[in-house]
């Protein structure tokens, strides 16, 4: 097992092709691929959650709870466990299986572990939802207003979550929208210098809802209006509609369509990346603490996603019948789990070069078969 002892001597070293490498018994470096062959970004998010620590350590002076918030952070993703199965014709997969993590609202690690669980509990919502009304579809619903400035970020939330809320209690609303789910996002514009704050929703509706006559189809120049009438503004504001493809087309099962826009769904309220820029000259990832500080105290106490009707009566069965334990990977058939990767954290004197460097194995088997 490892131990932390076993490391803390160790010097890095430059290798002959002039790559940086711990050394020691620190082997590869982690390589984790999707199943699409896309290598995952721990490395990077390790930096971006370093440059989002370093903010939150610099904003210590303003309040203490940020010191409290960049001390958490600081362990967060320095080790990584992967189960790796292997099928019998020598393909090798890896899953992680466990990881340290802070539980910080914006550390990018801990945001993408979420969005992946989150992912899993909104597929089965969705496919409960398709299973108890059959025929029910689902549209894509994007609600924005002007950006807001700088400084106005929680109020603009808070105006937005109302007026979603007001417009979901309309009898218009009511009789075509089943139910559905929402979430906020959030991105900085940096050249404007403002916030751009819009909703994205899933609405399903009955199945007649397109059908002529039925007076359950809202065009989007009605949507616009509706979003406009809820939000209390002069302005027209800019409305997208769309249906989404993939739900209820085979059966209470989500097609391959349905799964990805389910996962675009589930993905975190924020970027990261907008408040944060590499130095060049440093090779580092800085961040904005400004923007941070802002951020953190407009999202502090609020649910950035939310179910409505029906679709929050099945989630909350589903959380009554689930039980909380946390699940091991699950791997194809074919493939047995055959040994378990430990990567740690090592920063490189550079520090854009760091990287996860396998420490042990962890074999199942008494005899490892490689
Ligand atoms: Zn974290």
Same mark, same amino acid.
């Given at each position: ?116 669980? @989150? $992912?899993?509990?909104?597929?089965? =919502? *969705?496919? %409960? +939802?398709? &299973? ?121 099962? @989500? $097609?391959?369509?349905?799964?990805? =826009? *389910?996962? %675009? +769904?589930? &993905? ?103």
């Amino acid at each position: 097992m490892w131990n932390s002892d076993r490391f803390s001597s160790y010097r890095g070293q430059q290798r002959a092709d002039g790559e940086w490498h711990p050394g020691g018994v620190a082997g590869q470096r982690l390589k984790d691929l999707t199943r699409r062959g896309k290598r995952r970004r721990w490395r990077e998010r390790r930096l971006e959650a370093e440059a989002i620590r370093q903010a939150y350590e610099r904003l210590k002076r303003v309040d203490a709870k940020y010191g409290a918030l960049a001390e958490r952070m600081s362990t967060c993703g320095n080790i990584h466990w992967f189960d790796v199965a292997r099928n019998d014709v020598g393909v090798e997969i890896s899953r992680l299986s466990k990881t340290i993590s802070c539980n910080c609202r914006n550390c990018p690690q801990c945001q993408a572990r979420k969005a992946y669980s @989150l $992912g899993g509990q909104l597929v089965e =919502a *969705v496919q %409960e +939802m398709i &299973k108890r009304v059959p025929g029910c579809r689902a549209i894509f619903l994007t609600l924005t207003a002007i950006n807001a400035l700088q400084g106005a970020l929680e109020a603009e939330l808070d105006r937005q979550s109302e007026a979603f809320t007001r417009m979901t209690r309309w009898v218009r609303f009511g009789r075509s929208v089943l139910g559905g789910m929402r979430r906020f996002e959030i991105t900085w514009n940096a050249i404007a210098r403002s916030w751009h704050v819009h909703i994205h929703a899933w609405l399903f509706v009955p199945h007649d809802y397109g059908r002529k006559g039925s007076g359950l189809f809202i065009q989007q120049v009605e949507w616009r209006q509706l979003w406009q009438k809820a939000l209390g503004v002069d302005y027209l504001p800019n409305v997208w509609v769309t249906s989404v493809r993939g739900v209820g087309d085979h059966g209470p099962n @989500l $097609g391959k369509a349905g799964r990805k =826009a *389910v996962a %675009e +769904m589930a &993905k975190y309220a924020t970027k990261p990346g907008d408040m944060i820029d590499f130095d060049a000259n440093s090779g580092e990832y800085v961040c904005d603490e400004t923007l941070l500080c802002e951020l953190h105290d407009a999202l502090e106490g609020r649910r950035m996603f939310a179910f409505f009707g029906q679709l929050k009566d099945i989630r909350a069965d589903l959380n009554e019948d689930g039980d909380e334990a946390v699940e091991r990977p699950k791997f194809p058939p074919g493939f047995v789990h055959v040994c378990t990767e430990v990567y740690a954290w090592y920063w490189a004197p550079v520090r854009s070069q760091s990287d996860y460097f396998c420490i042990d194995r962890q074999y199942v088997v008494r005899d490892p078969p490689f």
